[in-house]
């Protein structure tokens, strides 16, 4: 089945510094990929919508401005937070869908567990 | 988009069939309703999808009634490597699925 990566798996920075989370679909292409945050014990929470050569879609309540979100290749979507705060300590998730296949199903890559200390 | 609702819990013991339900009153017409399942610190995994009556592949069954407001996800068997959080999400077909919203989740637990 279609794969899909993050970079990296885990990461922990100093409160104030930007991290940036890469998504990649290894063997597909997606015009389309999906950003979440799941905090513990809770149910993903769609952050943004990233279009490939086009701004992203943002869920309200999503800062913009602190969650860049860089769609510039069909196989490659990177999210990042910028001066990140403890609060923003979570699991990033995100997902695509093969643009060439008339299908369904959605692939999630592996998650980022960020810790802001 | 349609809103699901599920238990928040359930236990079983290995070898028994599991059943979960999921409300979705509010099911359009174009909606399908599709199960994923995730495994602690990993993103979720597709299992299966489907519009009405029963839809069954290699690892479960989907049992939707003919009214479509609620939809059934039956696991064979379960083993302990089944203890994850299964979700019942509700989409638009029309427009490929894409913007998935996740509910509560039902955190199954197999015991031995």
């Known amino acids: 089945g279609a794969v899909v990566s993050q970079h990296p798996s885990r990461v922990i920075c100093k409160s104030g510094t930007s991290v940036k989370i890469e998504c990649r679909s290894l063997d597909f292409q997606a015009t389309t990929m999906f950003w979440y945050r799941q905090f513990p014990k809770k149910s993903l929470m769609l952050m943004a919508t990233s279009n490939e050569g086009s701004k992203a879609t943002y869920e309200q309540g999503v800062e913009k401005d602190k969650f860049l979100i860089n769609h510039a290749s069909l196989t490659l979507s990177t999210l990042t937070v910028t001066s990140a705060h403890p609060e923003d300590s979570s699991f990033y998730i995100c997902s695509a869908q093969d643009s060439l296949v008339a299908s369904y199903e959605q692939y999630f890559g592996p998650g980022t567990r960020l810790t802001v200390t | 988009l349609a809103k699901t609702t599920q238990p928040i819990s359930m236990d079983s013991y290995e070898g028994q069939e599991v059943n979960i339900t999921c409300s979705h009153n509010n099911i359009a017409t174009n909606d399908y309703i599709t199960w994923y399942q995730q495994f602690p610190s990993q993103g979720p995994r597709f299992i299966i999808q489907?519009?009405?009556t029963k839809v069954t592949n290699e690892v479960a069954s989907l049992f939707i009634p003919a009214d479509r407001k609620s939809s059934t996800l039956s696991l064979p068997r379960v083993s302990l490597s089944d203890t994850a959080v299964y979700y019942c999400l509700v989409g638009d077909g029309n427009t490929g699925f894409q913007k998935l919203v996740f509910g509560t989740g039902t955190r199954l637990l197999v015991s031995p």
């Open positions: 489907g519009y009405k």
